[in-house]
């Protein structure tokens, strides 16, 4: 199986990075495993233009498609997620805008093959999981949108670095088993 990890915080060795390390070190057995970092990819802001409503490509040269293509080669997605004032990190938002050429909201539409399914793990440093249901929810709508069925999540409060991970391996990976290699 193909399994893709999506660090969305442009953090490269923070909390969620070693989320991001201690997922695809659990799943790496008999799995093909690649981890992306949204920060990787130069990605422009969408101009709103919709001329992608008619066309199903965006007039701009960037890496969206770079990392679209990730997308396209995962049979899973997991998706790991700070919360940057209650929600997704700008920089995976920015990414999430110039996906439209690929959403069925419009025909007609770029596709990724079908079968695909989505995870995610939402951290924040506050105590109450709200925060981490809205993280959820919009990446879980953006995969409804590329049509990649969402089948699991997990919410991780309280951790502000990457020391507060060391306490949840444990749940981080019955999450995987139950989820991802379920």
């Given at each position: 199986m193909n399994i893709l990890i999506v660090n969305c915080s442009p953090v490269?060795?923070?909390?969620?990075?070693?989320?991001?390390?201690i997922v695809s070190a659990y799943?790496?057995?008999?799995?093909?495993v690649?981890?992306?970092c949204i920060d990787d990819f130069d990605?422009?802001?969408?101009?709103?233009?919709?001329?992608?409503?008619?066309?199903?490509?965006?007039?701009?040269?960037?890496d969206?498609?770079?990392?679209?293509?990730?997308?396209?080669?995962?049979?899973?997605?997991?998706?790991?997620?700070?919360?940057?004032?209650?929600?997704?990190?700008g920089q995976?938002?920015?990414?999430?805008?110039?996906?439209?050429?690929?959403?069925?909201?419009h025909e007609p539409h770029a596709t990724i093959p079908q079968g695909k399914y989505g995870y995610v793990i939402a951290l924040r440093t506050g105590p109450g999981m709200q925060e981490c249901h809205r993280i959820i929810g919009s990446?879980?709508?953006?995969?409804?949108?590329?049509?990649?069925?969402?089948?699991?999540?997990?919410?991780?409060?309280?951790?502000?670095?990457?020391?507060?991970v060391a306490g949840r391996v444990d749940e981080i990976k019955l999450f995987c088993d139950q989820c991802i290699l379920g």
């Amino acid at each position: 199986m193909n399994i893709l990890i999506v660090n969305c915080s442009p953090v490269r060795n923070g909390a969620t990075a070693e989320i991001v390390n201690i997922v695809s070190a659990y799943v790496n057995k008999n799995n093909q495993v690649k981890c992306v970092c949204i920060d990787d990819f130069d990605i422009k802001f969408c101009k709103g233009c919709r001329q992608c409503h008619t066309t199903a490509e965006c007039f701009q040269k960037d890496d969206t498609r770079k990392l679209i293509e990730q997308y396209a080669w995962a049979d899973r997605i997991v998706s790991v997620s700070p919360s940057y004032w209650a929600d997704i990190p700008g920089q995976f938002k920015v990414f999430i805008d110039r996906c439209t050429p690929w959403c069925n909201t419009h025909e007609p539409h770029a596709t990724i093959p079908q079968g695909k399914y989505g995870y995610v793990i939402a951290l924040r440093t506050g105590p109450g999981m709200q925060e981490c249901h809205r993280i959820i929810g919009s990446i879980e709508h953006f995969y409804g949108h590329l049509e990649i069925k969402p089948s699991g999540s997990l919410g991780l409060c309280s951790v502000e670095s990457k020391e507060d991970v060391a306490g949840r391996v444990d749940e981080i990976k019955l999450f995987c088993d139950q989820c991802i290699l379920g």
